[in-house]
């Protein structure tokens, strides 16, 4: 399984896009690129997925460049509910028993 | 959307004694359920990999005769610690995908439980 590379931590302020990239140099041909946010004492929750290119949803963009060895999540005008942290895996989520690795994660915090 | 629920969300046991922990999909089938576990400010650590009718997968370094794992149903797996010791106080987390959604649908988490043993 493909290891990740996150920032440890980062700080924003209210009403600011935050990105956060990833480093996965060894991700495979058949691995997809999932981000999930978790709060203190839940499960992780689902954000983003992607392949290539961009991929964006209500709540969040996601960018993967040709050689697909990294990752950003792009987190548009952040409140104080998304501090939280945030981690990236990679995959191969087109089979069921594709399990997944987390990695450190980044700890975000909005400041108001 | 798919739904993974947990049951139950803390639970407090002695040290020596077992305890189980419920992991369900709520709106989908799950053949495979995956199993974490994630000590304070720290990631999740897989433990293992929890298969539909058959023997559920460990990861390196986790005892398979103290985490009991069962999936005797589509919907439902469920973890038992046994002889449970302080040390194994942590929040146990699982996941499924809902393969409905598509080949390549996201893993959903449940919301865990917070297991304490004193």
């Known amino acids: 399984l493909a290891k990740t590379t996150q920032p440890i931590s980062m700080d924003s302020y209210e009403g600011q896009e935050v990105n956060i990239t990833c480093s996965h140099n060894?991700?495979?041909?058949?691995?997809?690129i999932t981000w999930y946010q978790q709060f203190p004492s839940q499960g992780p929750r689902f954000i983003i997925q992607?392949?290539?290119t961009k991929v964006t949803n209500e709540v969040a963009s996601l960018f993967i460049p040709a050689d697909r060895k990294s990752s950003t999540l792009s987190l548009p005008r952040v409140s104080l509910s998304d501090t939280a942290v945030y981690y990236c895996l990679v995959g191969e989520g087109s089979s069921n028993t594709g399990k997944l690795i987390f990695g450190q994660g980044t700890t975000l915090q909005v400041k108001p | 959307g798919a739904v993974v629920s947990q049951h139950p969300s803390w639970v407090i046991c002695k040290s020596g004694t077992s305890v189980k922990i419920e992991c369900r999909s709520l709106?989908?089938?799950?053949?495979?359920m995956f199993w974490y576990r994630q000590f304070p400010k720290q990631s999740l650590m897989l433990m293992a990999t929890s298969n539909e009718g058959s023997k559920a997968t460990y990861e390196q370094g986790v005892e398979k005769d103290k985490f009991l794992i069962n999936h005797a149903s589509l919907t439902l797996s469920t973890l038992t610690v046994t002889s449970a010791h302080p040390e194994d106080s942590s929040f146990y987390i699982c996941?499924?995908?809902?393969?409905?959604?598509?080949?390549?649908?996201?893993?959903?988490f449940g919301n865990g439980t917070r297991l304490t043993v004193t």
């Open positions: 992607g392949y290539k």
């Open positions: 060894n991700i495979a041909t058949n691995d997809y």
């Open positions: 709106d989908f089938q799950a053949t495979t």
């Open positions: 996941s499924a995908r809902d393969l409905t959604g598509g080949p390549n649908s996201p893993l959903h």
